[in-house]
């Protein structure tokens, strides 16, 4: 049953410490995104990455947010320090980018992040 | 931009029928998808349109008209299980990202 997986599903932690999220995308799928949802905003793409290569990260708050693909396997998300406005869930999804239906995209269970 | 509007939420009953609508803009369009998302999990995969007209999938019906910019999402013999938030969402040509909609809370009661 090929899925999604992320790691922590829940964190709640203290402003100004450092969270990191991971994010294992379907094997054979080559298009990862990190997504942000919050009641206010709905879903809204922070970053996102084709064969590993970081191709939009223009919803990112640069300053803070980080997101790399150290392998193919492996996609993470790092808030350097954190702020209770990053209190969100945040969804890695992955996809094939084929066109049409092959743009579909598949989205982890999310993690649920809660910074006081 | 690429807004895309649907109603912040709906109500129905046990055995009726729901049609949630959605707006987008037309320039770009590459096609249009509907996904599921129950509380606390995971948006899933319902439906996918890109010519105009209507996929039956089951119980569910997604409709597209490409020059209206305008999407609906059928459900029929609404269950209780049906209670979700429905995210319309739409592929830009260019990108192989997808822009979501803030979704339709819909509320199936008995």
């Known amino acids: 049953d090929a899925r999604v997986t992320q790691t922590p599903r829940h964190k709640v932690t203290e402003m100004g410490q450092e969270v990191t999220m991971r994010c294992q995308p379907i094997?054979?799928?080559?298009?990862v995104f990190w997504y942000r949802q919050t009641m206010m905003q709905g879903l809204e793409l922070l970053a996102y990455?084709?064969?590993?290569?970081?191709?939009?990260d223009s919803g990112m708050p640069k300053d803070r947010f980080s997101a790399e693909m150290p392998d193919a396997t492996l996609a993470t998300l790092k808030i350097q320090p954190s702020e209770p406005r990053d209190s969100a869930v945040y969804f890695c999804?992955?996809?094939?980018?084929?066109?049409?239906?092959?743009?579909?995209?598949?989205f982890g269970e999310g993690s649920w992040l809660t910074v006081v | 931009g690429q807004n895309i509007d649907q109603p912040t939420e709906m109500t129905a009953t046990e055995g009726a029928i729901v049609q949630i609508n959605c707006t987008y803009q037309?320039?770009?369009?590459?096609?249009l998808f509907w996904y599921q998302q129950h509380a606390g999990e995971a948006p899933t995969f319902l439906s996918y349109?890109?010519?105009?007209g209507l996929e039956e999938k089951g119980r569910f019906s997604s409709f597209l008209s490409r020059s209206k910019g305008y999407s609906y999402l059928l459900l029929k013999e609404l269950q209780m299980k049906d209670s979700a938030s429905y995210l319309c969402?739409?592929?830009?040509?260019?990108?192989?990202?997808?822009?979501f909609g803030k979704g339709t809370m819909l509320l199936v009661s008995p």
């Open positions: 990455f084709r064969n590993r290569a970081p191709l939009d």
């Open positions: 037309t320039s770009g369009f590459n096609g």
């Open positions: 094997l054979g799928h080559n298009t």
């Open positions: 999804a992955s996809g094939l980018a084929a066109g049409g239906t092959g743009n579909t995209i598949y």
């Open positions: 349109n890109v010519l105009d």
């Open positions: 969402a739409v592929s830009y040509s260019g990108y192989s990202t997808l822009t």
